[in-house]
Structures are given as C-alpha cells and as structure tokens.
C-alpha cells in the first residue's frame, strides 16, 4: 500500500496530475465538442471510426492523424492538429485505444 501511495506521489509530481480515463482526457482536450461515440455530429462517430480500421494496427497511425489534423477521410470537415499541450501522448494513446475497442 505504502509503495502504491508513493507511485500515485511520484505521478502526480512528474505530470502535474492523475491520468485520466479516455473520456476524461477526451472531455478535457476538447474531441467530444466534435465526435460522439455512437452518432456523427461535426466529425464521425467513434464507433464508425472503430468501424473503419477493425482488425489493423492503427494505434500510431491515428495519433499521427490527431496531432497533425486533417480532412478527407470521413468527409470535407478539416479536424484541427491536436497538441500535446491539449491532450499528452499517453492520454493520446489511451483514447484511441478505447475507441478502436468501441
């Protein structure tokens, strides 16, 4: 126990906070003002963009994607880059992780 409270110390000390969940760090960096997980709104909908890259190893694809922006995959409307500043590479990966899983 007192090895997990000094590893939860040591986290919060080298990030400035806890990791969040992906919807939390979604949430926070701003992707859920454009995407939802099951309906498309201004971008597609999460289980669509699981839907388009099942079974592939995309992880670092997407990210990519994220940080860079972009249009034309699902359609003419521009996603903004992404900076780690709005969302870190961790939480990044998370995120994306859980939605290729949806």
Known sequence: MKTLLMTAALAVFATGSIAATPDEAM????????????KKLVGP?????????????????????????????FGPIPMAPNTPDKINDADLKAAIESILKT
């Open 27 to 38: 949430t926070k960096a701003g992707c859920m003002a454009c995407h939802t997980k099951d």
């Open 45 to 73: 909908a999460f289980k669509d963009i699981a839907a388009k890259y099942k079974g592939q190893d995309v992880t670092a694809k997407l990210m990519d994607k994220v940080r860079k922006g972009g249009s034309g995959v």
